[in-house]
């Protein structure tokens, strides 16, 4: 299945991380995605951009690459930095055992991003070899919204 594949270079910088967020709210809206879906893609990838901004170039500038590739039942985004690396395991062990009966006071603010990314969006893939790769895949459900539609009339 081919797609359509665009890709945006920022700086790593706070205040052009509004300019992806409208980015992606204008292709996720026309790829047909709900307000709330959209909503959720913009928080998963200014999370994954915020994580970039600030983790990825501690002592200097740097680059985020945001790539994605539109599909006609999804959308897959990449947010890149080459900036310092992290250790995956760790800090998804950090943050593992969020639920129900975690106190706010128990919650730590490092690793809240990465469980907002993975509770908002359908697949999420991170890699740290060089830099950061976070691959995140929101599903278009184009049929149950129109058999949704059926059942009601």
Not at 13 to 40: F, H, Q, T
Not at 68 to 80: G, K, M, N, P
Not at 110 to 115: I, S
Request: a negative charge; hydrophobic letters at 40%; charged letters at 25%.
């Amino acid at each position: 299945m081919s797609s359509d594949y665009i890709e945006m270079i920022i700086p790593a910088k706070p205040e052009y991380l509004g300019v992806i967020r409208l980015a992606v709210s204008g292709i996720a809206n026309r790829m047909g995605y709900a307000y709330d879906e959209i909503e959720d893609i913009k928080v998963a990838v200014t999370e994954a951009c915020t994580n970039a901004v600030n983790h990825a170039y501690k002592d200097g500038e740097g680059q985020i690459k945001v790539n994605f590739a539109v599909y006609q039942d999804r959308l897959e985004i990449f947010v890149v930095d080459q900036g310092q690396s992290f250790d995956v395991k760790a800090m998804r062990e950090k943050k593992a055992p969020v639920n129900a009966e975690t106190s706010l006071e128990q919650l730590s603010e490092g690793g809240l991003g990465l469980f907002l990314i993975e509770a908002l969006m359908d697949k999420v893939e991170i890699s740290g070899d060089s830099g950061v790769v976070v691959s995140m895949t929101k599903l278009l459900n184009r049929d149950e919204v129109r058999s949704g539609v059926s059942r009601v009339q």
